[in-house]
């Protein structure tokens, strides 16, 4: 079965300096990775996302994503966070057409960014 | 530019009574999705559709039915209301299985039982 694993709950950051999020996962064949981002009473919203090609890519907000395949993570990044930045994000997973897993995608518990001004 | 809409946001239900959940599309979309989301939880599936006329469980289907008559359209049924299904309620649509393209998700609906 797929999983994603989120470590951190909560991570804190002061304004004007690089945050990270950390995401790893399990899936069968190649992944489709998607972060996304929650602010208050609000659905989630689509950030980045990791098909194949460059191991970073880039997204919305100025948000960019590492991916990693032989530690099987996907951390998101930010070189200089905003206040305005604050809120829940939540890593997903599904596994790539044709690999023979689940095309449902599975997503983390969430983490909260806090960044303090 | 509507894309994923769910009512109502917010609704407050006694224990037992029934209620459906609305979620429309318009964005042509055939994969449609009901979560629930609780604290510190993350989202957990309760059901899906790959089709008008065709629904399958999800992690968390218990006390839930679901419907499928159009695309557009994606009901969520409680049929005796417990307690334990207070939560906040998003639905998300996506292309399909062979799609590289993320889900698109709802603003909720916020649901209290007491």
């Known amino acids: 079965a797929q999983s994603v694993a989120q470590p951190e709950d909560q991570v804190n950051v002061a304004e004007g300096n690089p945050l990270t999020v950390k995401c790893t996962y399990s899936?069968?064949?190649?992944?489709?990775l998607f972060w996304y981002v929650q602010y208050p009473n609000r659905g989630l919203q689509f950030l980045l996302k990791y098909i194949t090609g460059d191991n970073l890519v880039k997204g919305s907000y100025g948000f960019e994503a590492e991916f990693n395949k032989s530690q099987t993570s996907f951390h998101l990044k930010k070189p200089s966070a905003l206040v305005s930045d604050s809120a829940l994000y939540f890593c997903a997973v599904r596994a790539a057409p044709s690999s023979g897993g689940s095309y449902i995608p599975t997503f983390g518990r969430g983490t909260s960014l806090i960044v303090h001004p | 530019n509507a894309g994923v809409t769910q009512t109502p946001k917010f609704r407050i239900l006694k224990i037992g009574q029934s209620m459906t959940l609305q979620c429309t599309q318009d964005m042509n979309h055939n994969y449609m999705y009901w979560y629930r989301q609780d604290p510190g939880m993350g989202l957990k599936l309760i059901y899906y559709?790959?089709?008008?006329?065709?629904?399958d469980k999800g992690e968390v289907p218990n006390g839930y039915n679901v419907s499928r008559s159009t695309t557009e359209d994606f009901p969520l049924r409680l049929e005796l209301a417990a307690p334990s299904q207070t939560s906040v309620y998003f639905c998300?649509?996506?292309?399909?299985?062979?799609?590289?393209?993320?889900?698109?998700f709802g603003d909720g609906t916020r649901l209290s039982i007491l």
């Open positions: 998300a649509s996506s292309s399909g299985d062979t799609s590289n393209q993320p889900q698109h």
């Open positions: 899936v069968s064949g190649n992944p489709y």
């Open positions: 559709s790959v089709g008008a006329g065709i629904t």
